[in-house]
């Protein structure tokens, strides 16, 4: 009976042992996977907003040449862009503010939808005017958005395709 019994415990303790053991190869695999993830490349908030600034260039050229299509894939591209900072630069103040650029984009989306070119103007000045209103909010206000004069992107031809 006693032999038993000291059996079970030592075969107790072993099992013990190994859990401890396992948890340590964990910890070691957490430990260097953070370690990876904090070396990770992660766009900044002005990388973002260096994108925005093209795509709100493009969009106007878009929506200039009525080529809704682009232009509707335009503002998509900026929308997305403003989720990314929400997703990837949430610890950021700035980003607590976001929200306001939401109904100026959706009015912008509107008037591509409805193909409608003055709504489209109008839609476009109050986006840009909520750009810098948000820039004067967060201490950024020296950094002026205007409604682009000629397409930096001659690459690129804004005309439909149809
Ligand atoms: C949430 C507030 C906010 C909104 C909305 C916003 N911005 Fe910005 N923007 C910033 C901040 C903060 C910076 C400075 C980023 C940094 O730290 O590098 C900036 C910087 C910029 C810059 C300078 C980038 C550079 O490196 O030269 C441009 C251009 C710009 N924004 C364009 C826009 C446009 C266009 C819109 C509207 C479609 C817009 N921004 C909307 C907060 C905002």
């Known amino acids: ?27 070691n695999r957490i430990d260097s996977l953070e370690i990876k993830l904090a070396d ?7 990388d973002f907003m260096s994108s925005i600034q093209a795509h709100h260039s493009k969009l106007w050229f878009a929506g200039q040449n009525e080529n809704w299509k682009l232009a509707d894939f335009e503002v998509v591209e900026i929308m997305e862009y403003f989720e990314a ?4 630069q949430s610890e950021r103040k700035e980003t607590q503010v976001i929200g306001m650029i939401i109904p100026p984009l959706d ?17 476009y000045i109050s986006l840009t005017n909520a750009c810098n209103k948000c820039h004067q909010a967060v201490e950024f206000g020296f950094n002026v958005v205007k409604i ?11 005309r439909p395709v149809e």
């Open 1 to 27: 009976m006693r032999q038993i019994l000291l059996i079970t415990l030592t075969f107790g303790l072993f099992a013990c042992n190994q859990q401890t053991d396992n948890t340590k190869i964990l910890q």
């Open 40 to 46: 990770t490349y992660k766009p900044g908030f002005g």
């Open 85 to 88: 900072i929400q997703k990837f």
């Open 107 to 123: 009015s912008v989306n509107i008037a591509i939808q409805q193909k409608n070119p003055a709504l489209f103007k109008s839609s």
């Open 148 to 158: 682009p004069d000629s397409s930096p992107f001659s690459n690129q031809d804004f």
